[in-house]
């Protein structure tokens, strides 16, 4: 019997973005497998597809993870109602979406690899190394982010740490393929991210240093819009939307919005997502320093970040005047500059809550902190210097579905991941969530005073993690 692909989760997401779709049969709920190898141009066709794939993963793991998070919170009745909390279960349908979306990242780039380029005369080394670094994502991801993950439907179950050795496997795979130096260096860079979450010092700094020392803008994204789709969905949380259904922790207020339309055609004016970014380079570098007590190296590090990378990425001013952060489950969300501390302990900052109605306001698309050149010589100590490496890491990977993980917390695999899958134990369906995670939506509370308005965060969840450095489940370098 011939293989099938089906054709909604396979045929019509390769498919998707060509002009003609005639080698299927829309007609037909499947296409077999020799089909479509052998089709003309299969690997083009296949590859949009993968892309496609990646783009839809990245949205999908942006929305509830940010919502796990202490960086945004769902102020109104859609997406998940308990992420805030966080309360995170093996039978909720979210953990399945997450999943799911790694799992079809995976399957697309796996096929790619095992069946469609090696049938394709026409196949080039550009799109194997493409498949095979999406491949090396999709398993970050699931050494990021879940607690387990089987490698293939029905498979055997790979732990964190499997997975990420995998992705970095996959990783110098495809850097060996690429034939531009720019994608070379971003192999680099999610090498250097993955150590660096395996807790490798030395092997995070020697990759993180190819990066700040080549091309300290380096950028990988993925891309939205058009017809065709996929949009950002979370463009459409935060700003696109009628009712924009996440607000921000208000000392976050000011990278809000990330993704944006300057158009009335909001179909074509998609922003995309920042995947990979030099950034990180920067960052792991000064935890290394710091790990190793070298104050002064993470020092220098950090302020390279600030002045040569973050300053020089693009600022949008736009029109934010009707942003009401009207959601509905909370209403005191600042609307006006209000000064704002971080917990009761902390001074207070201004120029973090902005005023949308009083004009124009900056937008920061792929980077933007409020941490300056000064706050960074200010600071004395290992700890205080870490503070504000994981306070920058926040604000840079902010709207970037980065955040969850930083805070030592993992999604368990799927309740129907359990019920179909032997390899699958009663072990995987607990969420890592740490013991200094606050619960009952204390991570996104906070107090307006009434006379002033400002604005006391109930907890400082950097100083948090800071406090808790030595534990295994965060600041991996420690």
């Given at each position: 019997m011939k293989k099938t692909i089906v054709y909604t989760a396979f045929a019509i997401l390769a498919?998707?973005?060509?002009n003609s779709c005639n080698l299927f049969d829309v007609t037909n709920p499947y296409v077999t497998e020799d089909r479509f190898i052998n089709s003309p141009q299969a690997a083009t066709i296949w590859m949009n597809g993968v892309k496609?794939?990646?783009?839809?993963?990245?949205g999908t793991v942006v929305e509830f993870t940010e919502l796990v998070s202490d960086n945004y919170f769902n102020n109104y009745t859609q997406s998940s109602k308990v992420f805030d909390i966080p309360e995170i279960n093996h039978f909720d349908i979210d953990v399945r979406r997450v999943q799911t979306s790694i799992h079809l990242l995976l399957e697309t780039a796996r096929f790619g690899i095992d069946k469609v380029l090696p049938n394709d005369p026409e196949s080039t080394p550009l799109?194997?190394?493409?498949?095979?670094?999406?491949?090396?994502?999709?398993h970050l991801l699931a050494g990021e982010l879940y607690v387990a993950m089987p490698e293939a439907p029905n498979g055997a179950v790979l732990s964190p740490q499997q997975h990420l050795e995998k992705a970095i496997q996959y990783f110098t795979v495809a850097q060996n393929s690429y034939p531009d130096a720019k994608d070379k260096l971003s192999c680099d860079l999610a090498v250097a991210r993955a150590y660096h979450r395996m807790g490798n010092k030395t092997a995070a700094s020697t990759a993180a240093l190819k990066i700040t020392d080549a091309d300290p803008l380096l950028l990988r994204q993925v891309f939205y819009g058009t017809q065709s789709g996929p949009g950002n969905n979370f463009q459409n949380a935060i700003f696109s939307g009628t009712i924009n259904q996440f607000a921000p922790l208000p000392r976050l207020d000011f990278l809000d919005p990330k993704y944006f339309n300057l158009t009335s055609v909001i179909v074509d004016d998609q922003k995309p997502i920042s995947i990979l970014k030099a950034e990180e380079a920067f960052l792991i570098l000064s935890e290394v320093a710091l790990a190793d007590s070298d104050i002064q190296t993470a020092k220098a590090f950090l302020v390279r970040l600030v002045e040569d990378v973050v300053s020089k990425r693009p600022v949008t001013t736009l029109d934010d005047s009707r942003e009401t952060r009207n959601g509905g489950n909370r209403n005191d969300y600042p609307l006006t500059e209000v000064d704002v501390r971080f917990d009761a302990n902390s001074p207070w900052k201004s120029g973090l809550v902005l005023d949308r109605q009083a004009g124009e306001i900056n937008a920061f698309s792929v980077s933007g902190t409020h941490v300056t050149v000064a706050d960074i010589n200010h600071a004395a100590t290992v700890d205080q210097l870490l503070y504000l490496t994981y306070l920058i890491r926040q604000e840079v990977f902010f709207a970037e579905g980065r955040r969850m993980t930083d805070l030592g917390i993992r999604f368990p695999i799927s309740e129907l991941e359990f019920n179909n899958n032997s390899n699958v134990n009663e072990s995987h369906l607990v969420t890592m969530m740490p013991a200094f995670i606050p619960l009952n939506l204390e991570m996104d509370d906070?107090?307006?005073?009434?006379?002033?308005?400002?604005?006391?965060?109930?907890h400082d969840m950097n100083k948090v993690l800071v406090t808790n450095k030595q534990s295994d489940l965060v600041i991996p370098l420690f």
């Open positions: 498919c998707t973005g060509l496609r794939q990646a783009s839809q993963t990245v799109q194997l190394a493409e498949c095979n670094f999406y491949m090396g994502y999709a906070f107090t307006v005073d009434p006379v002033t308005g400002n604005v006391t965060m109930k």
